[in-house]
């Protein structure tokens, strides 16, 4: 798949087997077996993010590192077992919470694409409060009263920009969903 088109939802979907199926297990199994290139039971942010490109085969999406890069901490910080590795990696047990959670940041980072309209990885206060940004994100996470105060409030670090990964802790505490993918049940 050379040329992802973001708006092709399923396909997205097909490359990330996180679902509690035999056959997604192996699916897993399999990438897991590629990515894990040395066969040591777990994976660096860099062995991670080459395999999202090399063997999910979402060369596209390679681009969106910052997904990436949010995914892989998310998923090793909510792991409830206890790790047999150094904590700076992802272990197979870790790998489909990892798989689902790339696939919700990548509609994060679609999102925070849209906004981002000086395309500079972050969204002034500015692009956040124009009329057509407001729309977008009610219809991601419904109404806003006052989108000066949750600029905000996204804007956690107090640098009048607001960057991805306060976009993220934003958008899963507001459950955002974009109106054009498709939801897997």
């Not at 939802?9 to 996180?18: D, K």
């Not at 792991?79 to 990892?98: C, I, S, W």
Request: proline letters at 2%.
């Amino acid at each position: 798949m050379e040329d992802l088109d973001w708006s092709d939802w399923a396909v997205i979907n097909s490359c990330l087997p996180y679902k509690r199926t035999m056959e997604q297990y192996q699916m897993r199994k399999k990438m897991w077996g590629a990515i894990d290139v040395n066969g040591n039971g777990y994976v660096s942010l860099s062995e991670i993010t080459r395999g999202v490109r090399d063997v999910l085969n979402l060369g596209d999406v390679f681009d969106c590192r910052p997904a990436i890069n949010r995914a892989y901490h998310y998923s090793r910080s909510v792991a409830q077992a206890k790790k047999k590795h150094d904590d700076d990696y992802l272990e197979f047990r870790e790998f489909r919470f990892f798989l689902q959670a790339l696939r919700q940041f990548f509609e994060y980072y679609q999102a925070f694409s849209r906004i981002d309209s000086g395309q500079d990885g972050r969204v002034s206060k500015e692009e956040f409060l124009s009329e057509n940004i407001k729309q977008s994100i009610e219809t991601w996470v419904g109404p806003i009263d006052d989108m000066e105060a949750e600029f905000a409030k996204i804007d956690t670090n107090k640098g009048g920009q607001i960057l991805f990964s306060e976009f993220v802790d934003w958008a899963l505490e507001k459950n955002l969903d974009i109106e054009d993918d498709i939801d897997e049940d």
